[in-house]
């Protein structure tokens, strides 16, 4: 009985630490702006259109730093009207990534004077879920491939565990 207890819960960490993997696997990086970043001339609402964001994602704000900056943005109010006064957050390293950690509606300008009042700024809906979130336009390169064969991938030793782990249970 106790080695079936032990085998029990060995298989249970097995498959708590393989859900972990599959999680991060399924949790996508949006880099804001796609190819063109962060940058005046994108059009901030055309890269958002269509895409959806989902809990656990990145976005990823590449841009040239001194020039720019990622200043986090309070509400819908001090985004319409480039209020950049109510900051939550301002970042400047040129590569700053923000985790989606909770559903909801986030923020973005560019801390730049006059930058946000020129279109750069961009709204961010996060929804609930664990499937994996609207790829990039980037979405042919082979790491976003490599990406959904990682996920695959992540999923079958998930199924296979799960099955072993059945087997297991049912031979002792």
């Known amino acids: 009985m106790l080695k ?4 029990d819960c060995r298989v249970f960490l097995v498959l708590v630490f393989v859900a972990l ?9 949006h880099i804001v702006g796609g190819s063109q970043g962060w940058e ?5 609402n055309s890269w958002t259109s269509g895409k959806k964001f989902k809990v656990g994602d990145q976005l990823v704000f590449k841009y040239t ?28 390293t ?14 973005f300008a560019c801390g730049t ?19 994996p979130s609207t790829p990039d336009s980037s979405s042919s390169s082979p790491a976003a491939s490599s990406a959904s064969i ?15 782990s059945s087997l297991l249970y049912y031979m002792l």
């Open 113 to 131: 004077l006059g930058h946000c009042g020129q279109g750069m700024k961009v709204k961010i809906t996060t929804e609930a879920g664990t499937a």
């Open 94 to 107: 040129g590569n700053d990534v923000v985790k989606l950690s909770k559903v909801g509606t986030r923020y």
């Open 65 to 92: 730093s001194g020039l720019h900056s990622v200043v986090e943005l309070a509400g819908e109010s001090a985004y319409k009207n480039c209020d950049l006064g109510s900051a939550l957050d301002s970042m400047n």
């Open 150 to 164: 990682h996920s695959f991938a992540c999923s079958f030793v998930l199924v296979a565990a799960l099955v072993a």
């Open 40 to 44: 005046e001339s994108t059009d901030f």
């Open 21 to 29: 993997i599959v999680e991060g696997a399924l949790a996508a990086q």
């Open 4 to 7: 079936r207890m032990t085998m």
